[in-house]
């Protein structure tokens, strides 16, 4: 099934138990936001809050949507017990095929229209997520377009964006990303505004394709519908001349000042750790378009796993294609949302002694994460026991981990102050494989595991009989 907005998304999810419609008025000031922390981290249900501590009934507040793999599954049109290998591979042959959005004339989000002085951020439920933010967070998840002047590059990212007044918000943009890159080598340059469209509350895929990293010059709404396997339907804004998803919960609308720099900050992110004050390009909301009874979705960054780390998925599957466009001989590629989005596994296949050499230098040039673990094709790199397995006893603490530089990710929380100001990190590959000199009748130690270790008439009658010896499945 499609989804095209939230709305039957989430009560789809109600109906498998992956997510809860909440009657009990929530205080949008830290207690929704710790309602959603703790249902991550437990891997909970998904709440929808249905009355909002000062706010009239109409205005709900929802979060940890794709906090889940189960909640991806469903998302993807699977049951929600499909396993991570299935969800990936089938993500990975849906965006072989990007499909182009269409535009249409009317939409649900433009049910409800305010412009000019009657705009006020504050009128939605925007919440206080974590205690030591700075202040109030209305996109946190969401599609944010910005439009490459010169081209017909449009950029959706997710970028936080704090309450400043009634019609400014505080968003981190780095020149690194994407839309970083087009506002300040397009707009800032020439001290010209940018506009820009936040569409908060897409359809599930649509928001999984914002979070995703094509290359510079790629459409994430072109990834939207290959992973909807239809086109995403788009509607244009009142004040300029981008399209968003017709059928977003609420969208604003608006430029970026060049010359305004306002404070942004403290915020707790993905990396499981807060990241300071500082300041930032002030976001100028012209107009804001809803739904009736508009959802407005935001998510809580922390400790893993959370909806930003979720987004693993799409490095995941961008990581392996890269690979895989260079000849590399892989098996899978799994970046897991338990490491924050710093650590990717890559299964090998057996090589040989001049094979391995020149595909382990292969890693370094295109990975932007900084940790890499390398193991054998008999790993599964989804089942993070075997990988934890096959680095403790396979990777030698001398050997077997190699490091080399890479662009030092923004709110990553270990480079040092040095490291930042010249934009440069370290970055360690672990090889967890055997060596590949060593000989398989000598050398290597066979594993010792069910599957393994057991002739299959033994292992056939075991499973078959696991019930009758007394187990649960």
């Known amino acids: ?36 922390r703790h249902t991550a981290e437990i891997k909970g249900p998904a709440p929808l809050f249905e009355k909002v501590k000062d706010y009239d009934a109409k205005y709900r507040l929802s979060g940890a949507l794709l906090s889940t793999y189960r909640r991806v599954s469903i998302a993807m049109g699977f049951k929600p017990e499909a396993s991570i290998k299935e969800v990936h591979d089938e993500y990975s042959r849906r965006v072989e095929k990007l499909i182009k959005p269409i535009e249409v004339k009317q939409g649900p989000c433009k049910e409800n229209i305010i412009s000019g002085r009657k705009v006020d951020l504050l009128q939605f439920p925007a919440p206080l997520i974590h205690d030591g933010d700075g202040g109030r967070y209305m996109t946190t998840w969401h599609a944010m377009v910005t439009k490459d002047p010169d081209t017909d590059w449009t950029n959706w990212g997710i970028y936080r964006g704090m309450v400043y007044d009634r019609n400014t918000l505080g968003v981190l943009i780095h020149p690194v990303q994407h839309q970083g890159k087009i506002f300040y080598s397009k707009y800032a340059p020439k001290n010209k505004p940018m506009p820009f469209a936040c569409a908060i509350g897409c359809d599930p895929l649509s928001q999984l394709a914002a979070g995703s990293s094509p290359r510079s010059g ?32 609420i969208v604003l609308e608006g430029e970026v000042i060049p010359d305004l720099k306002i404070p942004e900050g403290p915020f707790g992110e993905f990396t499981g750790f807060r990241t300071p ?14 739904r009736n009874n508009p959802i407005l979705t935001f998510s809580n960054p922390g400790f893993p796993p959370c909806d930003d780390t979720m987004l693993s998925i799409t490095e995941s599957v961008a990581t392996e294609k890269a690979l895989r466009r260079r000849g590399m001989p892989i098996t899978n590629v799994y970046v897991p949302p338990e490491g924050a989005l710093h650590l990717v596994i890559i299964g090998l296949k057996r090589l040989t002694v001049e094979e391995a050499d020149r595909v382990k230098k292969m890693v370094d040039p295109i990975m932007s994460l900084s940790k890499i673990i390398l193991v054998d094709e008999d790993v599964d790199v989804f089942n993070l026991n075997e990988v934890f397995h096959a680095f403790a006893t396979k990777c030698h603490p001398a050997k077997g981990i190699r490091k080399g530089d890479s662009f030092c990710m923004p709110l990553s929380p270990y480079p040092t102050p040095e490291d930042r100001k010249a934009n440069r990190q370290t970055r360690a590959i672990f090889d967890a494989t055997w060596p590949s000199d060593w000989s398989a009748q000598t050398d290597i130690p066979p594993r010792v595991s069910f599957n393994e270790v057991y002739p299959a008439d033994v292992k056939d009658k075991v499973l078959k009989s696991w019930r009758a010896y007394g187990f649960k499945d």
């Open 277 to 290: 004050l500082g300041t930032r390009p002030a976001y100028r909301v012209n107009a804001i378009t809803y």
């Open 218 to 249: 790629e459409n994430e709404v072109d990834f939207a519908g290959a992973l909807r396997q239809e086109p995403v339907e788009l509607i244009k804004c009142e004040t300029n001349d981008l399209l968003v998803p017709a059928h977003a919960e």
């Open 1 to 36: 099934m499609t989804y095209k907005d939230n709305r039957q998304f989430i009560d789809d999810c109600v109906k498998t138990g992956d997510a809860v419609k909440v009657k009990q008025e929530v205080d949008w000031e830290l207690e929704a936001g710790a309602i959603i």
